[in-house]
C-alpha cells in the first residue's frame, strides 16, 4: 500500500566504514569540467526495496523509481540493508512530478537511470545521479526517448519549469543523449531538521551492520 510517511533520515558521518567507503558523504569529487562539488551527507534510510516501492515520494512517483539499480551498483549497497538515498530524492520527485504534469503522461525512469552511488559503474563522471538529483527517462506515455525529435521535444518542456532544470542535449558524444532523457535539477544538498552540520561522526558502531534481516 503506497504511503508519503516520513522515512528516517541519517548523517552518513555516522555509518559504518565500509559505508562510508562506498557513499563517501560529504567527500569533494570533481564533475567533468573540473569543477569540485562536495558529495550528499545526509540520507533516507530504507529498510527494503519493498519499503521503496511503497514510499510514494509524489502522487506518480514511488520512492523505488527514482532509486533502482542492478548489479552495477556495489555489493553491499544493492543487497545489504538498509538502503541510502540522499536526501534531495524528494525535490527531484516533485520536479518530475511537474514534469508529468506538463507533459500529461506516465513518465518511465530506466534502471540506473535514478540514483546512483559514487560506488556505482556509471559513476566515473560524477554528476548530480550521485546527489538523487537527476533522472534517466526512457518513454514518456507511448513515445521512446531515443531519436532526436522526441528528445528535443521534452527537452523543451522540462526545461520551461525552470533555469534551475537542465537536460543533456541529443546527441552521440560525452555530455549529449541519443537514447533517453537526462533531466537534472543541479547539486541540491538538503540538510534535514534536527541533524547538526557541525557534528563530526567517525564511523560509530550503529545498525546498518546489522545482518539482513
Ligand atoms: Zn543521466
Not at 143 to 148: F, G, N
Request: with cysteine; aromatic share 8%.
Amino acid at each position: 500500500m503506497p504511503t508519503s510517511e516520513p522515512l528516517p533520515v541519517v548523517d552518513g558521518l555516522t555509518l559504518s566504514m565500509e559505508h562510508r567507503r562506498l557513499l563517501r558523504p560529504g567527500e569533494a569529487v570533481r564533475d567533468p569540467q573540473g569543477r569540485t562539488h562536495l558529495l550528499p551527507r545526509y540520507f533516507h534510510v530504507l529498510q527494503s526495496w519493498q519499503q521503496a516501492r511503497d514510499t510514494r515520494v509524489a502522487p506518480h512517483f514511488t520512492l523505488s523509481e527514482l532509486m533502482s539499480v542492478d548489479c552495477r551498483e556495489a555489493r553491499l549497497l544493492l543487497r545489504r540493508l538498509p538502503h541510502f538515498v540522499p536526501c534531495a530524492v524528494t525535490i527531484l520527485a516533485r520536479y518530475l512530478e511537474e514534469f508529468r504534469l506538463r507533459v500529461n503522461a506516465p513518465v518511465m525512469l530506466s534502471v540506473n537511470g535514478g540514483y546512483r552511488s559514487p560506488s556505482h559503474q556509471f559513476s566515473g563522471t560524477p554528476g548530480p545521479h550521485l546527489w538523487a538529483t537527476a533522472a534517466d527517462i526512457y518513454r514518456i506515455g507511448d513515445t521512446w526517448l531515443d531519436d532526436a525529435r522526441s528528445i528535443r521535444r521534452f527537452a523543451r518542456i522540462a526545461e520551461s519549469i525552470g533555469p534551475e532544470v537542465f537536460v543533456k542535449p541529443y546527441g552521440h558524444g560525452p555530455g549529449e543523449t541519443d537514447d533517453h532523457l537526462h533531466f537534472d535539477i543541479g547539486y541540491v544538498h538538503v540538510v534535514p531538521r534536527g541533524l547538526d552540520e557541525a557534528a563530526h561522526g567517525h564511523g560509530n558502531p550503529s545498525h546498518q551492520d546489522d545482518p539482513e534481516s
